[in-house]
């Protein structure tokens, strides 16, 4: 599955030390959220991260598609990143 433009947008903003930056998950979420300004992106954003975390991709295959994005932050366990992702989009 090919990444989508917006979630690229996202996921490069979860820098090395994102999590010294911030003190709680929902500060992180704004925090990486915020660059997204034009609704029309996080609209995307949010078809993209359902079609991703629907039931049929198994927690392997979320994980490896977390990998192939530019975060520096990594996700090795596919529940808690669906659920991560479930949380963001639900900020959207």
Known sequence: MELSA??????SQFYQDLLDDVSSVDEMIDTVLSPMKDRGDRQKLGI???????????????????????ADIAFYDGAELRAFLKRVRDRL
């Open 48 to 70: 993209f991260i359902d079609m991703i975390t629907r039931e049929d991709i198994s927690d392997v295959e979320l994980r490896k598609l977390w990998w192939t994005s530019p």
């Open 6 to 11: 917006e979630f690229r947008v996202f996921t």
